[in-house]
């Protein structure tokens, strides 16, 4: 009969001890690591899919912007084409990158080409920078 109550007191602390924890082990659960967001989503429009930003305002490429390192829109031209902006400690998420500017800040880039919206989208889904100069094009993503 002692053994019996031996080995029902060793089981019944063996089954507290796991169900104590909830997981069977005495490490807590490793924390949840969020997902990078991409700055920018594929919408379609009648004239193809393109890039908007997270607020819905068209995307933009340079054609003088080549190395995908860096940006040729400095100083006043930003004032007619502005840069993407990306935080200090922004990471690198599927085709998109950061870049850095002359200025110090950075920058997102898609497939290696800088990305700016235009003040003259006034509101989500609008492509009135496409019609000022030849050398700025509506970002899509097959480019």
């Not at 005495?26 to 991409?38: I, R, T």
């Not at 993407?84 to 880039?109: C, E, H, N, Q, Y």
Request: hydrophobic residues 35%.
């Amino acid at each position: 009969m002692f053994r019996f109550l031996v080995v029902a007191a060793a089981m019944t602390l063996t089954a507290s001890h796991a169900v104590a924890g909830g997981h069977g082990g005495g490490d807590p659960p490793p924390p949840k690591v969020e997902a990078p967001v991409a700055p920018a989503k594929v919408i379609l429009t009648k004239q193809g899919p393109k890039l908007v930003d997270l607020n819905g305002m068209t995307l933009y490429t340079y054609e003088r912007d080549t190395t995908g390192k860096t940006s040729n829109c400095n100083g006043k031209c930003t004032e007619s084409w502005v840069p993407l902006p990306a935080t200090a400690d922004a990471k690198a998420v599927g085709d998109f990158t950061v870049i850095s500017r002359s200025d110090g800040s950075r920058m997102w880039a898609y497939r290696y080409r800088p990305l700016y919206t235009s003040p003259a989208d006034k509101a989500p889904g609008d492509a009135n920078g496409n019609a000022t100069t030849l050398q700025w094009r509506i970002a899509r993503p097959e480019n």
